[in-house]
């Protein structure tokens, strides 16, 4: 029995042969393989990952495996280090001179939050929800030191890869004892703007779907409207920014609630919006709670219901995009609650942002 339970242990460990070409064309797109990875989704199934030509910046074309570990980098892997990637890059342009921290699992952040300590960051945002985090890849905008290395090869975080700009000698000495850690580092300073065609390919079973990448642009105050009887205060306002943010980088139905400093529970990939909203809250409950947060909702409320469920959990304010042809109720149930309803799009403009993620 034993023999057996490692075999079905081996296959996630067994790197598959892939034969790929070197170069695929797309349009008038290069891409040029670059790593082979472990296997693809599923074990037993070939995967690589292609650098597209000409790209530059922090994105993945430049990264360099500095410790590939006994396992490697998969597809998955490579898939939860450009979603961190990304929504690290994003609050850094916004949240200048803060370090964040991103944890990510299976293409969604499992949990987010800044500071000004990288051990003490890290480990925010690992409480937002431990159990969700167990076996995530971690992505910083800062230097990892020798107490946040500590703090990462801890077995029972089991962390998968840490993805960082640089690491300290006495780092890398730390994160080379765990020995299925893979270690990554950027090419380029977050700071520097990532270039490459701007253009998102999804394969369909006979097709291609493209689209141009979304980037949004609720990133300040001067951004956003208030629709409420009350005003937000000037910290849910802040909050409500962060966790916007954040939700427009977590898969749709996405509802996210948190402070202006850190995330508290994630709500991902449900078929309505109530079961996001529930979602959110009950995974908030493993670590910081749901009371005094902001929550942030991908797209419009098409019922007062996740209005109703944030005031019984003593949530504050929302942030949203107008579009239901229920907008007057759902603001009209916030009023009763005194909860601040803000709105994402700025003062005067008729057409809301929404948020939708499909990876």
Not at 175 to 204: N, W
Not at 246 to 268: F, P
Not at 326 to 332: A, L, M, N, T
Request: with cysteine; charged share 30%; aromatic share 8%.
């Amino acid at each position: 029995m034993k023999s057996l339970d490692k075999r079905r242990r081996n296959q996630y460990k067994t790197k598959i042969k892939e034969e790929f070409p070197e170069i695929l064309t797309v349009g008038r797109q290069k891409f040029r393989k670059k790593l082979s990875l472990r296997y693809g989704e599923n074990p037993g199934y070939p995967a690589a990952f292609y650098q597209e030509e000409g790209a530059s910046g922090p994105n993945l074309a430049d990264m360099e495996v500095l410790q590939e570990g006994i396992k490697g980098l998969s597809y998955i892997n490579m898939a939860d280090m450009d979603l961190g990637q990304r929504l690290v890059k994003k609050l850094t342009e916004i949240y200048k001179g803060k370090l964040i921290c991103v944890l990510v699992k299976h293409e969604m952040p499992s949990g987010v939050a800044m500071g000004m300590h990288p051990e003490k960051t890290f480990e925010k945002a690992w409480k937002c929800d431990s159990i969700s985090n167990f076996g995530s890849v971690i992505v910083f905008n800062n230097e990892i030191n020798k107490n946040a290395a500590n703090l990462i090869v801890e077995s029972q975080r089991n962390i998968e890869v840490v993805y960082s700009p640089g690491y300290s000698p006495e780092a890398l000495e730390v994160l080379a004892l765990r020995k299925v850690l893979r270690v990554v580092k950027m090419g380029s300073s977050l700071e520097e703007p990532s270039c490459d065609s701007g253009l998102e390919f999804k394969r369909l079973a006979g097709g291609l779907l493209l689209q141009k990448r979304f980037d949004s642009k609720i990133v300040s105050s001067e951004d956003i409207d208030v629709v409420s009887e009350r005003k937000p205060t000037q910290e849910e306002v802040e909050a409500a920014i962060f966790n916007w943010i954040v939700a427009a980088y977590t898969r749709s139905n996405s509802v996210v609630i948190g402070k202006k400093d850190k995330v508290h529970g994630i709500g991902s990939g449900q078929r309505s919006r109530i079961d996001a909203a529930e979602n959110a809250i009950h995974f908030s409950k493993r670590g910081y709670g749901p009371e005094g947060c902001v929550m942030a909702s991908d797209a419009f409320m098409p019922f007062p219901d996740v209005v109703e469920l944030a005031a019984k959990n003593k949530i504050t304010a929302i942030i949203y995009p107008l579009g239901s042809i229920k907008d007057q109720e759902v603001i009209d149930k916030a009023n009763e609650f005194n909860l601040a309803m803000i709105v994402t799009r700025k003062p005067g403009e008729v057409e809301s942002e929404r948020s939708f993620l499909h990876r």
